[in-house]
């Protein structure tokens, strides 16, 4: 079997998730060499734990971007322009990204995959994931999007502390774009790592909402919410959950004030157990999707909560 390149690209903060070596434990039945890209904020200086297996691994600081994803993909792509395949840890502003790359390389773009079964094949969610398609591609030149929470580690990986090389920069010109960034901290584990999320719906109050975003806090749990509250102003962007927001795979999700539309549900399938409350006992999240619910109005629910935590 010719040896084949891969190159995957994640963000930083994925690394210490149980995806990477997931992955590169997969990749290893390939004879492949394989390289990782990480995209960070800021100079990587000391030496990254990671697993065993790598031939290189490099870092980019995307921050010095400010012509948005235009120099960000032309540096990856000419990182990475000598690998068959690229596989993106999905993350919500990595999906433009994947496409740009595409576009570059004139690869063959699959998104969403949630199990690689061979070089050329594998599996997606289709239909807001009340289905499962087996994808299989000729095309050399392959970029997969992989939903990380849907990577998990059967078995030990060996780790070793690595020292990250910086990855040249390939500047833009001429886009007509400049991006002005604003960093969002938070004390909250992020939405794709969180073993609790906290979800607020069209239901919720903004009142409401402080009440909730206490108890998530209490529960040291993630907090999101529908495309509705964000569009609101009362949540931003990045805590979006759905179909084009964050993809989710905690262990237990707590869902206040949501309907269960299929845009959000498509967001929330890798959950393990679902808790619901909703003032509606017809709304398809207590029907369909619940495993736990409470019928109330959240007025008076999520204060009574709060007090026996």
């Known amino acids: 079997m010719t040896m084949i390149k891969v190159s995957l690209i994640m963000r930083v903060e994925e690394v210490s998730g149980s995806a990477l070596p997931a992955v590169i434990s997969i990749l290893q039945g390939w004879s492949a060499s394989i390289e990782l890209l990480l995209l960070t904020e800021a100079p990587v200086t000391e030496p990254v734990t990671?697993?065993?297996g790598l031939v290189q691994a490099r870092w980019v600081d995307y921050s010095v971007f400010d012509?948005?994803?235009?120099?960000?993909?032309?540096?990856?792509?000419?990182?990475?322009?000598?690998?068959?395949?690229?596989?993106?840890?999905?993350?919500?502003?990595?999906?433009p990204?994947?496409?740009?790359?595409?576009?570059?390389?004139?690869?063959?773009?699959?998104?969403?995959?949630?199990?690689?079964?061979?070089?050329?094949?594998?599996q997606r969610p289709v239909y807001a994931g009340q289905a499962i398609a087996t994808v299989k591609t000729r095309a050399h030149n392959q970029i997969w999007t992989l939903r990380s929470q849907a990577f998990g580690l059967r078995e030990s990986v060996s780790m070793q502390q690595t020292v990250l090389q910086r990855c040249p920069v390939v500047k833009a010109s001429g886009t007509g774009i400049k991006v002005s960034r604003q960093p969002h901290s938070s004390v909250r584990p992020p939405l794709s790592r969180a073993e609790i999320v906290v979800g607020a719906g069209r239901g919720v109050s903004l009142q409401q909402l402080s009440v909730l975003s206490a108890i998530a806090d209490k529960l040291g749990a993630a907090l999101g919410g529908t495309r509705a509250l964000v569009e609101a102003g009362y949540l931003p962007e990045q805590s979006q959950i759905g179909q084009t927001g964050e993809q989710i795979a905690p262990k237990v999700y707590f869902a206040c004030g949501i309907s269960g539309a299929i845009q959000h549900v498509a967001g929330i399938g890798g959950s393990g157990i679902i808790i619901a409350v909703n003032s509606d006992p017809l709304a398809p999240i207590i029907r369909h999707h619940a495993d736990y619910f409470l019928i109330g109005d959240v007025s008076e629910v999520l204060p009574a909560i709060l007090d026996r935590i």
């Open 97 to 122: 990204l994947a496409a740009m790359l595409a576009a570059l390389r004139g690869a063959a773009l699959v998104t969403d995959v949630i199990s690689i079964v061979a070089v050329d094949c594998c």
């Open 50 to 52: 990671l697993p065993i």
């Open 67 to 95: 012509e948005g994803e235009a120099s960000l993909a032309l540096t990856l792509h000419q990182a990475t322009r000598d690998s068959d395949h690229l596989l993106v840890f999905e993350a919500r502003e990595l999906r």
